[in-house]
């Protein structure tokens, strides 16, 4: 399986996959292979995640390492793994899963691109060196300071723990010292899907001079997220790239997951103007609906609902299949959608809509 994903992934997925292999929360169990005899012909790993959105925890999952051998491709063979993988997933709970990957290819399988990452931006070939600042390869000794570093928690984020870190920064992950401390660090590893030629530093942290020293670090081939709190470092140091990229979202079952926000949700209500509001506002797919049930300012159920004929509802919005879980992480908040889609129908209830499902802020970083 190993040389399966250093074929098609690349040489740096041997020692991820034998470490993965270690954990005791993933190892073989974990794995799903398409063999033929001896030969593997295509694989997938689960990993278990936790999300955090708007302070709900959020049992999920990320499927890294999908791969099958070129003279097997386009046979079904990564269908099938897809299939089983979210088999597990549901029998655990996992409502949601994730993955950063080939363009549209995940689509087919019921994914939406619902959390952006941010913004890449290229690094000017003048930046310059400050003194005092060295950069380094990261151990796992360092992941309490560099854990210490990072921002506070987006309204959709990762849940990471100093054993995260310690797990992560053994692969490509740098640190920048000043007098034996650390006080920067960043992922340093290559570019997103899409985006070709450049060596990206991800998940930056840290004060001004050692974000600045991890962007000599990188290079002019390098390229660095925009995002806060080191923004106003980066970007009269770099120029921004015309790509934006987002995470793939997985979730199988929409009701369970707004039942699950319901209390984001009333306290969204009760900071509005419908701070008494009652209806029953229905979210239609068309085919289907979420029908959440509003008394007094407080959302008091969540229930799935049959087809609209009627589109948008009296009290609610039309909302398509492909694009659900995108309101539902805020990628675009509902009206965004709604400018972007022409499916998207707001109505009467444009106002209400909006307070429930704003715009989110995210930050999830994988593996």
């Known amino acids: 399986m190993c040389a399966l994903q250093v074929e098609r992934n690349g040489d740096e997925c041997d020692a991820l996959v034998r470490d993965l292999w270690a954990r005791p929360d993933v190892g073989p169990a974990r794995t799903a292979v398409a063999v033929d005899g001896e030969r593997v012909l295509a694989s997938l790993t689960v990993l278990p995640e936790h999300l955090r959105v708007c302070g709900v925890d959020v049992a999920a999952a990320q499927i890294e390492f999908v ?26 709970g996992r409502l ?13 399988f019921g994914y939406e691109y619902a959390i952006p990452f941010a913004p890449i931006r290229a690094v000017r070939d003048d930046v310059p060196s400050p003194d005092g600042v060295t950069v380094r390869p990261a151990v796992a000794g360092d992941a309490a300071a560099v854990a210490a570093l990072q921002p506070p928690p987006a309204d959709v984020t990762g849940m990471r723990d100093e ?22 660090s960043a992922r340093f590893g290559p570019g997103p899907p899409g985006v070709t030629g450049v060596a990206l530093l991800s998940a930056v942290a840290g004060e001004a001079a050692a974000v600045t020293a991890l962007l000599v670090h990188a290079g002019p081939t390098g390229g660095v997220e925009e995002r806060p709190p080191v923004t106003d470092v ?40 419908y701070a008494d509001h009652t209806a029953d506002f229905t979210v239609t797919s068309y085919a289907s609906s979420i029908v959440l049930r509003i008394a007094g300012g407080e959302v008091v159920s969540v229930a799935s609902g049959g087809p609209e004929q009627q589109v948008p509802p009296k009290d609610g919005i039309g909302v398509p299949p492909d694009q659900l879980v995108t309101l539902l992480f805020g990628r675009h908040g509902v009206k965004g959608l709604s400018d972007r889609h022409d499916d998207v129908l707001l109505g009467s209830s444009a106002e209400l809509a909006d307070v429930l499902f704003p715009r989110l802020t995210s930050d999830v970083t994988l593996l």
């Open 67 to 92: 791969a099958s051998v070129e003279d097997h491709s386009h046979r079904g063979l990564v269908r099938s793994l897809m299939e089983l993988a979210h088999g597990w997933c549901a029998s655990e």
């Open 163 to 184: 054993a995260w870190f310690r797990r992560a920064l053994a692969s490509g992950w740098l640190v920048a010292e000043r007098d034996g401390a650390v006080v920067g």
């Open 234 to 273: 980066v970007l009269p140091l770099t120029e921004r790239l015309d790509r934006a990229y987002a995470m793939y979202v997985r979730v199988a079952d929409p009701v369970a997951f707004v039942e699950g926000l319901r209390p984001v949700l009333t306290d969204r209500l009760r900071a509005s103007p």
């Open 96 to 108: 949601v899963q994730l993955i950063a990957g080939i363009p549209y290819f995940y689509r087919r």
